[in-house]
């Protein structure tokens, strides 16, 4: 009796699991055929040549024609209001102009609006859902017309700075800004990046709910100073931990430099320890933020970064190794992608400094102001211990999007915490 029934649980099991992918694509083509008429290719029109330049996906919040999307599809008719304008199209194949009403740049939201009286809109969920609960992606993949996409809720991406949601299941390129639902229908986060393998990423709800909340808040005067001051709060809040107080320490090589100050800033280490072959030692630790902030095709910023490499020698003559040093200084460079339309070119100062840890350092100071933000700059800092025969510290730091003070601060933790074992 009991091998009997455990066999008949099994099967019963087994039953359940091969019904599971037939009851998500019915599930899913109910979401789709409910809410189709919510749902609007958004696309970027070239004034000039009256053709799109590119495409996304964005779904409607309310009967009265608020549109939810990515910041980073519409982005163009920020930074070139002449050059571009905004534009939907229905899954009948009409099309319309959409203006812009709000921006949630850090994370990567945009609330428009089109002309529209009791239209269909999708409803937002009041929570998120349990981990392993089926979701459904919606978008327009490769300008092929609307599609939907059965996933998984995964929970949100752990020690991220920015919450997002881990989602299973295939976003590709023209499904940004589409609104990925439970099974009811709510929406419980909005589609914007993938990387690949079934791995997707969502914008939770709190950031969606703030964002449709500031539905009847007055349209910013300039779009510019909206990003602006948004980038600075976030900055404030990205930095403040590691300004508040000194940074734990942590060994490498012979000498000591930041620990983990954040769980939100990963760290990578490496060394050459066992090329028998090599001609000096070098550690080497890398801690980088894993995310950054879209502002328009050529600029990114919002990153932190942080390097450093312990040198050491008993192989090499005092100028072959100075020439090592000398090379590993130069290969620092910005870590964000910004065009020269976008920045200035860096300026640089050198300073010698003796830390609180008696720490001699030379250090090269550059920063490159953004030109349609004038209280933002990227900061870039190179330095090197001296003072020490056939062994030294390189380090360096890149911060994006900072103000003068924020950056001087963090200068001022990040030169305390190197010592000497």
């Excluded at 099991?13 to 008429?37: C, I, R, T, W």
């Excluded at 020690?159 to 590709?172: A, C, D, E, L, M």
């Excluded at 090499?316 to 460079?333: I, K, P, V």
């Excluded at 190179?382 to 200068?411: D, E, K, R």
Aim: proline fraction near 4%.
């Amino acid at each position: 009796m009991k091998l009997t029934f455990i066999i008949g649980m099994l099967i019963s099991l087994l039953g359940s699991v091969a019904s599971m992918p037939l009851l998500a694509e019915e599930n899913a083509k109910d979401v789709f055929g409910h809410y189709q008429p919510a749902l609007f290719q958004i696309r970027m029109i070239e004034v000039e040549s009256g053709n799109k330049s590119s495409i996304g996906s964005g779904f409607q919040v309310s009967a009265d024609g608020l549109i939810v999307t990515n910041y980073h599809v519409i982005s163009d008719s920020v930074f070139f209001p002449e050059k571009y304008r905004i534009e939907y199209l229905t899954h009948t194949g009409e099309t319309g102009p959409l203006t812009l009403q709000h921006i949630d740049v850090v994370n990567d939201l945009a609330l428009v609006r089109r002309e529209s009286d009791a239209a269909a809109f999708f409803p937002l969920a009041a929570n998120l859902p349990a981990q392993g609960d089926n979701i459904f992606s919606l978008g327009n993949p490769h300008d092929l017309g609307m599609i939907v996409v059965p996933g998984t809720y995964n929970g949100l991406k752990k020690s991220s700075f920015n919450q997002k949601i881990h989602f299973t299941g295939s976003i590709n390129p023209g499904m940004s800004g589409g609104p990925t639902v439970n099974a009811s229908g709510l929406v419980v986060g909005v589609n914007v990046a993938t990387a690949g393998n079934q791995i997707g990423f969502l914008v939770p709800l709190a950031p969606l709910q703030a964002l449709v909340g500031r539905a009847q808040d007055s349209l910013p005067d300039s779009f510019l100073n909206e990003i602006q001051r948004q980038l600075i709060v976030n900055q404030e809040r990205l930095l403040s931990p590691f300004i508040q107080a000194p940074w734990p320490m942590a060994s490498l090589g012979q000498a000591k430099v930041a620990g983990e100050v954040v769980d939100f800033l990963p760290c990578w280490g490496d060394s050459n320890a066992n090329d028998k072959n090599a001609r000096y030692l070098t550690v080497q630790k890398r801690c980088r933020l894993d995310e950054e902030i879209f502002l328009n095709q050529r600029l990114r910023t919002g990153t932190l970064e942080l390097e450093y490499e312990w040198l050491t020698s008993n192989k090499l003559s005092s100028t072959a190794f100075y020439n090592l040093y000398e090379q590993g200084m130069q290969s620092a460079g910005p870590g964000n992608n910004a065009g020269k339309e976008n920045i200035t070119n860096y300026q640089c100062q050198q300073q010698r400094v003796t830390n609180a840890q008696s720490m001699k350092l030379r250090f090269v100071f550059c920063t490159r102001a953004y030109k349609d933000f004038d209280q933002l700059f990227d900061v870039l800092i190179l330095g090197a211990s001296y003072g020490q025969a056939q062994q030294g510290l390189i380090s360096h730091f890149t911060l994006a999007g900072v103000t003068q003070q924020m950056s001087q601060a963090f200068t001022h933790r990040f030169v305390e915490a190197m010592a000497w074992q």
